[in-house]
């Protein structure tokens, strides 16, 4: 079993920027790959970011490809989501997810364990 907490959320002006992390509990976190999603009210839960186990591969949704950065550090049993310029459509609830093997993917149900979810509000 593993739990995921993210932290990092708030309140920003658009083009100011945010770093999430989602601590991870479990010593098979190094295994998993993780994502990034977000849902905002009334829409569907969406792809941000993916990482696979080694942090080797990256993989973004076009809407914030280049402006935000997914890393990882086994370590620490973390995952971070650094986002730049930010727009007012990136608001959401922003939630971390892992799944039990080491290919990052961009599908949700493909992830078996999520975190709470934190909350993004960008203002114009």
């Known amino acids: 079993q593993v739990q995921l907490v993210e932290s990092g959320g708030g309140l920003v002006q658009a083009g100011g920027s945010l770093r999430l992390s989602c601590a991870a509990s479990g010593r098979t976190f190094s295994t998993y790959a993780l994502g990034w999603f977000r849902q905002a009210p009334g829409k569907e839960r969406e792809f941000v970011a993916a990482?696979?186990?080694?942090?080797?591969?990256?993989y973004y949704a076009d809407s914030v490809k280049g402006r935000f950065t997914i890393s990882r550090d086994n370590a620490k049993n973390t995952v971070y989501l650094q986002m730049n310029s930010l727009k007012p459509e990136d608001t959401a609830v922003y939630y971390c997810?892992?799944?039990?093997?080491?290919?990052?993917?961009?599908?949700?149900?493909?992830?078996?364990?999520w975190g709470q979810g934190t909350q993004v509000t960008v203002s114009s």
């Open positions: 997810a892992a799944r039990r093997t080491v290919v990052a993917s961009t599908i949700p149900l493909s992830y078996d364990y």
């Open positions: 990482i696979s186990w080694s942090g080797g591969s990256t």
